[in-house]
C-alpha cells in the first residue's frame, strides 16, 4: 500500500505542473499540427527507406503523446467537466487523421512496390501481445514522469518505445499501396497502443488523485484559448501587412474636342 501512496503523496505543485503540461502540449494549434505533420512524414519515409534511425528520429519530435494523456486526464475529471475530455479527443482524432493523410500522399508519391514492403514496414505488420505491454509499461513510466520535473531528460527514451508514429505512417503506406495485410496489421498494433496508453495512465492519474484538480485544468484551458485568439490575431495583422495591396488605378477621361 505504501506504494500506491506514493503517487498520492506527490507535491500539489507537481501535479499541478503535470495537468498544465498535458493541456499545453496538447493545445491544437499551428506548433502541434507542425510537428505532428513532420514527424509523419518522416515516419513515412523513413520506413519507405527501411531506415530504423530515420524512424527513431520521427519518434522523437512526435507530441502524440500529450492528447492521448489528456484523454486519460479527461476520463479522470470527467465527472465535474466533460471540456477536457472533449478536446483532447478531437486533438487526437485530428492528429490521426491529418497524419494519416500525409503518409498516404508521401507514400503514394515517393513510394514504389518494393519500398511498400521493406522491413521496417513489415516490422508494423504483425500485431502481439507485448505491443500492448510495451504501451503498458511505457504509459506508467510517462504519467510518473511528467510528475516528477527531475525526470523530464528520460521522456525521449519512453516516445521510443511506445512507437506511436511508425504504425500510423505504416497504415498510411498500406493504403497507398493497396495492401490490406499492412493496413490491418498497424491498424491492430495502433489500436494496441492506444488502449494500453490511456488505460494504464487513468489508472496513475486515479492514484495520483488527478480527479479534484479540474479547476487547475479548466484556468490552463481557458488561458491557451486566450493566448490562441491573441496569436490568430497578430497571424491575421501580419498577412495583412505582407499581402500585396491592390494597386489604385487612375481613370483619365479624353474628351475630343471639335473647334
Do not use: C
Not at 499540427?33 to 519518434?59: C, E, H, K, P
Not at 511505457?138 to 510518473?144: L, N, S
Not at 525526470?151 to 498510411?172: F, S
Amino acid at each position: 500500500m505504501s506504494v500506491f501512496a506514493r503517487f498520492r503523496a506527490l507535491p500539489d505543485k507537481d501535479k499541478a505542473s503535470l495537468i498544465r503540461k498535458l493541456v499545453e502540449n496538447g493545445t491544437p494549434d499551428f506548433d502541434y499540427f507542425y510537428l505532428v505533420g513532420l514527424s509523419t512524414l518522416m515516419a513515412t519515409l523513413g520506413l519507405l527507406l527501411n531506415s530504423g534511425s530515420i524512424v527513431i528520429g520521427s519518434m522523437l519530435i512526435a507530441p502524440l503523446m500529450y492528447p492521448i494523456l489528456g484523454v486519460s486526464l479527461g476520463l479522470v475529471m470527467m465527472e465535474e467537466n466533460v471540456n477536457l475530455l472533449s478536446r483532447a479527443l478531437s486533438t487526437l482524432v485530428k492528429s490521426l487523421g491529418a497524419g494519416l493523410a500525409l503518409s498516404v500522399i508521401a507514400a503514394f508519391f515517393f513510394g514504389s512496390d518494393e519500398m511498400y514492403t521493406t522491413a521496417e514496414v513489415m516490422a508494423r505488420t504483425v500485431p502481439s501481445h507485448l505491443h500492448l505491454l510495451v504501451a503498458m509499461v511505457a504509459a506508467a513510466a510517462v504519467a510518473y514522469m511528467l510528475a516528477k520535473p527531475e525526470w523530464g531528460d528520460a521522456l525521449p527514451g519512453v516516445a521510443i518505445a511506445v512507437a506511436l508514429i511508425p504504425p500510423l505512417a505504416a497504415i498510411g503506406i498500406g493504403i497507398a499501396s493497396l495492401n490490406p495485410v499492412i493496413i490491418k496489421g498497424a491498424t491492430m498494433i495502433l489500436a494496441l497502443n492506444l488502449f494500453g496508453i490511456i488505460t494504464v495512465s487513468v489508472v496513475m492519474f486515479l492514484l495520483m488523485n488527478l480527479s479534484e484538480k479540474g479547476k487547475i485544468a479548466e484556468s490552463t484551458i481557458r488561458r491557451e484559448e486566450e493566448k490562441r485568439v491573441v496569436e490568430d490575431k497578430i497571424i491575421a495583422d501580419m498577412t495583412e501587412q505582407i499581402s500585396p495591396k491592390p494597386q489604385s488605378q487612375n481613370v483619365v477621361i479624353k474628351e475630343n474636342i471639335q473647334a
